[in-house]
């Protein structure tokens, strides 16, 4: 069946380092990719996403590219701040899930001044 | 416009006793997910509801555990005489249905449960 796989944290970083988040998927057909992020002690809120292979989603200063070859959504950031600490979690969803949407286990990053 | 909405933000239960969980959705929303997150674990799927109709329950637990989205009101996730494993975040998701689905989920703040 559908699946996400996420890099696995906890993620410790610097302010102004950069980062990756690795996420590999399995899907019938073509999903839409999404990345959530949770800031403590709150809901998720979408951050990015893709709709199509090749597509970029980009949101305060992340990205990530719809990878069909490798079957890859990576979350990158090219500086982080100590603001972006949270989890994050890489989703997918399609028509052929049936509107159902299949979240990563998540990954907590701390970035530390 | 406002998000979705879960009461209570927070629940204390005893062992055995009942919990029940309320989430509005956007306003013409009419698709609701339940999401359980339990600490330093992942988002697990739970249920998947429209209006009147359960479309996904596999994520729930086959005992003690029930959902409902009614034409009226809320939906209502219910843990029935519940245990300390019980303990959890439950947020809820929304979605609107159809063409004006951008395939994207609205979350609320989450419920969280704690069972003495």
């Known amino acids: 069946g559908d699946s996400v796989t996420q890099m696995e944290g906890p993620v410790t970083l610097s302010e102004e380092a950069f980062l990756t988040i690795n996420c590999t998927y399995t899907a019938t057909g073509y999903p839409s990719l999404f990345w959530y992020v949770q800031y403590p002690g709150e809901g998720l809120q979408l951050l990015l996403k893709a709709t199509k292979a090749d597509d970029k989603g980009s949101n305060k200063g992340f990205e990530a590219t719809y990878r069909k070859e490798t079957t890859s959504f990576h979350l990158e950031k090219g500086s982080v701040q100590v603001s972006d600490s949270a989890v994050y979690f890489c989703a997918l969803s399609g028509p052929n899930t049936g509107n159902q949407f299949y979240f990563g286990t998540g990954t907590s990053l701390t970035v530390i001044p | 416009n406002a998000g979705v909405m879960q009461n209570p933000r927070h629940l204390v239960r005893r062992r055995g006793q009942e919990a029940r969980l309320r989430c509005s959705p956007m306003k013409g929303h009419s698709h609701v997910y339940w999401y359980r997150q339990l600490p330093e674990e992942g988002l697990k799927f739970m249920v998947y509801?429209?209006?009147?109709?359960?479309?996904?329950e596999s994520g729930m637990p086959k005992e003690r555990f029930s959902a409902e989205f009614p034409k009226e009101g809320p939906s209502i996730l219910r843990i029935q005489q519940v245990v300390r494993g019980d303990s959890a975040a439950y947020f809820c998701a929304s979605s609107p249905p159809g063409s004006r689905n951008t395939g994207e989920l609205f979350f609320g703040e989450g419920s969280r449960l704690t069972v003495l």
């Open positions: 509801l429209q209006k009147e109709n359960i479309i996904d």
